[in-house]
Every structure is written in C-alpha cells, then in structure tokens.
C-alpha cells in the first residue's frame, strides 16, 4: 500500500507542475479545524485485553491544520493539486484517578505534501460542489504529551520522539462548494478528512490516526498575462 501511494504522489506531482500555461493555475490558502481519534491494533493477540482497556479511558481531540495548494485546471471540471500543510493529530485521556493525573493530551505535528484530484459539478455557475479524493505524505515535526496533577495548579509537557513513527502515508477526501466571488477569487467551504495507511507508533501495539475537519479557504486564480 506504501509503494502505491508514493507512486500516485510522484506521477500526481509531475501531473500539476509540468504545464506552463498559468491560465490553468490557481492557488488555494485554507485552514482546518475538526477532531482527531486513532485506532488501535497488535498482531499479539495477548494485547487485546489492552487495547480493551485503552479504548475505555482514550478519547478524541480538538486539531487544527492550514494549507496551501497549487491547484492545475486538466479540464473544465476536474483539476489536480498538490503543496504543503501543517497539521496536528492526537488524542486525549481520562483522568487517571489513580495515579493523581488529570488533563491528559498527546499532539503530534506533521508538515504534509497532499496530492489530490477534485471534481467540480458545476463549475460554469457561481456555487459549485465538489469531491476531493488522494494521498499524502507527512513528516513529524513534534510531539507533545500535556499533563496535569490533580491538586497543582501548573500541567507538564513530555517529549517522547523514540515513540512514534517519522513518516507517515494517508488517504484524504472530502466535499465542499466553492463560490466565486468574481473572475479571480473564490471562496471554499467544505469538510475533509485523512486516515493513516501505515501506524504512528513503532511498538506492537499499533495506533493509527485519524482525522474529520471543516475546511475553510481562500482560492486565488491566476491568469495569464
């Protein structure tokens, strides 16, 4: 699955950059603000009790992410994309009464390249839905776990990088609209999600991350002299 996922990614990317023509082009500029979870699995099957466990205290959290994409015109309707986003994933724990510690969050940050083709239904209107289907890769920049002990009034940060994995591979898609606001602008709303094909962690118990987000953005055409 890795080794097809980076072929998609390099063929997309020689797809979106290797034309001249920058009537074709146009730029996009968002943010994401949606809930992060994970998923957890072992080959051990000995672990299952655990992971039992976990899923009972562990819960989702609040993330957040921007982009910005060049955006290639193949025809009326459909386009290809590609660029850079910043983007954190995690999750939460429940207090552990027993250990006195309360507050509990793990953050992880990753500088994505997306790569992904969108369909526009109607895209001579003013409002236009559209689906948005691929991949990405993401590198982890950091990670973060925050505590707090019941009773202080200050919480702790814990790097813990031997952990998790550097590299990262996920599927993303969504649906929006976009509506043009005159020949060179547009605004885009919609919702986008990304579910990781390869864990997060390096040890047996593996977590896998994922996301569902409101997208909101700013897409800029680019005309040609």
Do not use: C
Request: charged content about 20%.
């Amino acid at each position: 699955m890795r080794n097809i996922l980076v072929i998609f990614l390099l063929v997309a990317s020689s797809v979106t950059f290797g034309q001249s023509d920058s009537s074709k082009y146009a730029v996009q500029m968002s943010i994401t603000n949606g809930w992060s979870y994970r998923s957890l699995n072992s080959s051990n099957s000995e672990m299952n009790q655990v992971i039992e466990g976990l899923n009972e205290i562990e819960k989702g959290r609040y993330v957040m992410g921007f982009e910005a994409v060049l955006m290639r015109h193949l025809s009326k309707n459909f386009t290809v994309q590609s660029g850079l986003s910043y983007h954190t994933l995690g999750h939460r724990v429940d207090t552990l009464v027993e250990l006195g510690i309360e507050n509990i969050t793990y953050t992880l940050k990753y500088i994505q390249i997306p790569v992904s083709a969108r369909f526009n239904f109607l895209e001579e209107n003013k409002v236009s839905p559209y689906i948005q289907l691929g991949g990405q890769y993401g590198l982890l920049v950091g990670d973060v776990m925050e505590y707090k002990i019941r009773g202080a009034n200050r919480s702790s940060r814990v790097v813990n990088e031997g952990e998790w994995q550097k590299h990262s591979f996920s599927l993303i898609g969504g649906a929006g609209v976009q509506v043009e606001l005159d020949p060179s602008n547009a605004f885009i709303a919609g919702v986008q999600g990304q579910y990781a094909v390869n864990a997060s962690t390096k040890t047996e118990l593996k977590r896998s991350y994922y996301d569902m987000s409101l997208l909101l953005g700013w897409v800029i055409k680019l005309r040609a002299n």
